[in-house]
């Protein structure tokens, strides 16, 4: 059974740097994650700490929906030469060994890989009816630096969900609070500092893990850092 569908040639660059979110290992999480259904078609990849997924409307599927994993490695550099094609759409014509995409008169073949790739749609349904307020948990660099290559942009402004009636979205509010309001519970400023981070625009969504740290910790002792000058020394100087 064969499935044919296109999508914008502008979504190429993007394309290109999914798989930088995707795992160093040997497994599905090493390759890229495709879905098309009658209304949209889904890229994604992660690490496990690190999940990003692209998405375009779909109004031109000829065949049945599919879910496929993709050669990472094949289908960056089939984005990267595609992007060079005159059409402004790339053509996707999926059978069950492989992907072959066309745009103008460049061509490339990615090859799909066995087996199956772990379902993360409640990671986007969970926060669901909740508000967001800016990302408040540690992060690891490595990802954040990832995650910014991917967007296309040198910063990138993360957020975590919040209960909609959660006291959290006070400390952010213009308007100061009243006499007579309590504090932010501790349990809502616990839960928040260990929260996930989110971004997403009109195509693309990314969801970073917080590095979680505990009160037993190493404690650090900076005092052996500070070194005054004895009086002599000083009037040396």
């Known amino acids: ?33 495709l879905r098309v259904t009658a209304e949209r078609i889904r890229f994604a990849a992660t690490d496990g ?3 990003a997924a692209f998405i375009q409307p779909m109004a031109d599927l000829d065949g049945q929906p599919v879910e496929a994993i993709l050669d990472r490695d094949q289908f960056t550099a089939a984005c990267k030469v ?28 990615v090859f799909r890989h066995n087996g ?30 990832a995650a910014q290559y991917i967007v296309g942009k040198t910063t990138v ?14 400390i952010w509010s213009v308007i100061p609070p009243g006499p007579d309001q309590a504090g932010v519970p501790l349990t809502e400023a616990q ?7 989110y971004w997403c625009d009109h195509e693309l969504a990314l969801l970073v893990m917080a590095v979680t740290r505990s009160d037993g910790e190493r404690q650090l002792d900076l005092g ?8 002599a020394e000083r009037i040396a100087a």
């Open 191 to 197: 839960a928040l500092v260990r929260a996930a981070a």
């Open 224 to 231: 052996g850092f500070a070194l005054p000058l004895r009086e």
């Open 116 to 145: 199956g790739y772990p379902n993360f749609d409640h990671i986007w349904t969970k926060p669901a009816g909740m508000r967001w307020v800016p990302c408040c948990s540690s992060l690891d660099t490595r990802l954040v630096e």
């Open 1 to 33: 059974m064969t499935s044919t569908c296109s999508i914008s040639k502008s979504c190429l660059a993007r394309l290109a740097r999914l798989g930088h979110a995707a795992d160093n290992g040997t497994g599905p999480l090493h390759h890229i994650s």
């Open 49 to 51: 700490k690190l999940l």
């Open 157 to 170: 402004a993360f957020s975590s969900p919040v209960p909609a009636h959660s006291d959290l979205l006070r």
């Open 82 to 109: 595609l992007a060079k094609g005159s059409s402004p759409r790339v053509t996707m014509t999926i059978n069950h060994s492989e992907v072959r995409l066309s745009c103008g008169r460049m061509a490339a073949v």
